[in-house]
């Protein structure tokens, strides 16, 4: 390997002298004759590939030097053990004595190491249920949509308990006006109103038998946790976006109000233009905030992503970067199948401040077990459940939506 390795460095320092002198000698001549020609040129890229393939092969060397170490460490390591001497425990002279009548029955123990599980419930009398079956273990667990609103950045407010919150807000702000001399001011107040977030119970029941748990070979109880968590999301993530604030949360799209109406039989569909008036439908403050953003379905999101702008350039940009959501008009879209699909008269896309939408959880998210509620049928019960409520507390035009006209 050393041998290789000289040859290598060699081999380098003779193309990196060819490349300095073909430099130097253009460098020589001085003035315009100092740019290479455009046969030193070939030859001067050439001679850079040279090295790159130099540099590459030097690299494969290191590390199959590093392998080669690292496999002579563990081989080293495994020949340094110990071998295990089998250990008389008596069972021998047990059989013996068996053999000879002195013993009515005896007890082999398994070799350390060894697990053994009973067979049950066998159909194939010819021994079919002898023949081992290999299992994969990790569950396989199909996707699904999930609730989106939660990655749109809205204010969270977690509390230990489930009593209501008023949260105060303004609804109009004072306006001052030009007062001509010793005439009487205008009185102008802020308007206050209140909103209210309660504590709306969403609950999933699941039951396993306590066989499978006790002999699954996957981390069934941590799927079941999974899944129950996301049954939840999903249950709470329809009322966030569409509920209508009857003993259920106020969806986001809900307490909207309408920044741009499609026009009359484009059966919903929204223009370039459309999205741009929504775009600016928001005020700068609320477009300003890190939390403004865009929130529709995945099918919308591909008619928008087909627009373009009056100088052909589109108004989608793709993320390049991992974690990133993709842009529109320079702000993140987010998904969630919840909201409307593009259709007359349906509110397909929301635009706007996100933040002002309030998610309320009241004492986290509970995931229990039982091994008492159906104990006649030997079910392991499993109950996750979450309190939660929603509302967009600032509802002066912070998010607005894209409707499509009623014919």
Known sequence: MSEIVKRLQERRANVWEQ????????????????????????????LNADLDAIDARAKDLVDAEQRNKDAEASFSALL?????????????????????????????????GTTFRDLTKGTAAAGGYTVPTTFYGQLMAHLIEVSGVMEAGPTVLNTASGESIDVPVTTAHSSAALTAEAAAISESDPVFAKRTLGAYKYGVLLQASSELLSDTGVDLEGYLAMQAGRALGNAFGVHA????????????????????????????AFTADDLIDLYYSVIAPYRNSASCGWLMRDATLGAARKLKDTQGQYLWQPSIQLGVPDMLLG????????????????????FGDFSQYFVRMAGGVRFERSDDYAFNTDLTTFRAII?????????????????????
């Open 19 to 46: 490349s300095k002198a073909l430099l130097d000698a253009a460098e020589a001549r001085g003035g315009e004759n100092s740019k290479l020609t455009a046969e030193e040129e070939t030859t001067y890229q050439k």
């Open 387 to 407: 309190r939660a409520d929603g509302l967009t507390i600032d509802q002066t035009g912070a998010i607005k939506v894209f409707a499509g006209a009623a014919t």
């Open 241 to 268: 976006v569409t509920g209508d604030g009857s003993s259920k949360p106020t969806g986001v799209i809900t307490s909207a109000s309408t920044g741009k109406t499609g026009a009359t039989g484009a059966v919903g």
């Open 331 to 350: 702000k993140p879209v987010h998904t969630d199948p919840n909201v409307a699909a593009v259709a007359v008269s349906a509110k397909s896309v929301a």
């Open 80 to 112: 340094a053990q110990p071998s295990t001497a089998r250990q008389n425990t008596g069972t021998d002279s047990e059989l013996r004595r068996w053999a000879r009548g002195e013993m009515r029955g005896v007890t082999i123990a398994p070799p350390e």
